[in-house]
């Protein structure tokens, strides 16, 4: 073969190699970026599911017997340091629904003392009014509201000691709204509606709330006087 055919070939040779090295670099460069983001999917899946199971179960299992923590809020005694009010108003198929007094307040033997506790959010009347009262300023969302109204409801319907006239707190609205449609739902905050899920409003001083499952639609609560309650403080606590 002559010396530039055999150069030639050479080269071509070379280059074949060069092209299958850069061939098997290029697979396991695939293939480690997908070992990666596969890793960090099943990460994400795993940290997401344990996330899930944990939010799930402290919802639904942080309340045992009557009294326990639930979300992450205390029933002590009442607490005044941080004391503020906001305003609920609740209608189903446009009905008015009257928020019961007492929720946050349960009535139990298996609680000590006077056997009733206050949770830092509760209500004494039918107001609409939500007392906001714990011992130090910081956030709670109507979401942790209602878990406490379930609670409360749950426990005074297991008997025991009876609160004022037999008193139990009815959760039915609490009910209609889990099992109702998110396009059912519509809620709306000092009159304006808001898109964000209601679990996740705020109870700051003087928020005025309206929740309503169903048609027709009423007009939301633009105003509440706040004065008869803040001057007096409130009825006393417990039953």
């Given at each position: ?44 899946l795993i ?23 639930i979300d ?167 039953r």
């Amino acid at each position: 073969m002559p010396v530039r055919e055999q150069a030639q070939s050479e080269q071509e040779r070379r280059r074949q190699q060069r092209r299958q090295q850069l061939a098997r670099q290029q697979r396991r460069q695939s293939t480690r970026r997908w070992s990666i983001i596969g890793g960090v999917l099943l990460l994400l899946l795993i940290g997401g599911g344990a996330g899930a199971y944990f939010a799930f179960n402290h919802r639904h299992t942080a309340a045992g017997q009557p009294g326990a923590s639930i979300d992450g809020i205390s029933c002590q005694s009442e607490m005044l340091n941080y004391h503020i009010h906001a305003h609920l108003t609740l209608y189903k198929n446009g009905k008015p629904v009257p928020l019961p007094a007492e929720v946050g307040i349960p009535f139990s033997q298996a609680i000590g003392g006077q056997h009733y506790c206050l949770y830092w959010l509760h209500t004494h009347d039918a107001s609409g009014v939500v007392h906001i009262e714990s011992p130090t300023a910081r956030l709670y969302t109507l979401g942790q509201f209602f878990d406490i109204w379930h609670y409360t409801s749950l426990w005074d319907a297991q008997g025991g000691l009876a609160g004022p006239a037999g008193l139990v707190v009815d959760a039915s609205f609490v009910n209609a709204l889990k099992a109702a449609k998110p396009r059912d739902i519509h809620v709306f905050v000092n009159g304006k509606p808001v898109s964000s899920p209601y679990r996740s409003i705020t109870l700051t001083k003087h928020k005025l709330i309206t929740i309503e499952i169903g048609t027709p639609r009423k007009p939301p609560t633009t105003h509440y006087d706040f004065t008869a309650v803040e001057t007096s403080g409130g009825p006393p606590p417990g039953r």
